[in-house]
């Protein structure tokens, strides 16, 4: 069993910065791979970025050159740097790891781009 709880999320105005941060615990072991979805009002779910336990990185073409993802393994934490945002990127975004046959998510957090 894993579980996740992230912070970060918030208001902030168009051209600005947030730091997103999921920390995982229990069974954190045999984790393969750590990502970061959302979804809009009225829009489903979609993949932002995902990191292998290796650091291979795969983002979503809209934010590609504006998000980082990153990972901490001391403190088995995931993180999306989000820079430059826009107000297209205002969604509740949802921490994900996949370990062995299942997808673990967290509690989801509200990311609030003003124009």
């Known amino acids: 069993q894993v579980q996740l709880v992230e912070s970060g999320g918030g208001l902030v105005q168009a051209g600005g910065s947030l730091r997103l941060s999921c920390a995982a615990s229990g069974s954190i072991f045999n984790i393969n791979a750590m990502g970061w979805y959302r979804q809009a009002l009225g829009k489903q779910r979609e993949l932002v970025a995902s990191?292998?336990?290796?650091?291979?990185?795969n983002y979503a073409d809209s934010v590609k050159g504006r998000f980082t993802i990153s990972r901490d393994n001391a403190k088995n934490t995931v993180y999306l740097q989000m820079n430059s945002l826009i107000p297209e990127d205002t969604a509740v975004y949802y921490c994900?790891?996949?370990?062995?046959?299942?997808?673990?998510w967290g509690q989801g957090t509200q990311v609030t781009v003003s124009s």
């Open positions: 990191i292998t336990s290796r650091g291979g990185t």
């Open positions: 994900n790891v996949r370990r062995l046959a299942w997808d673990y």
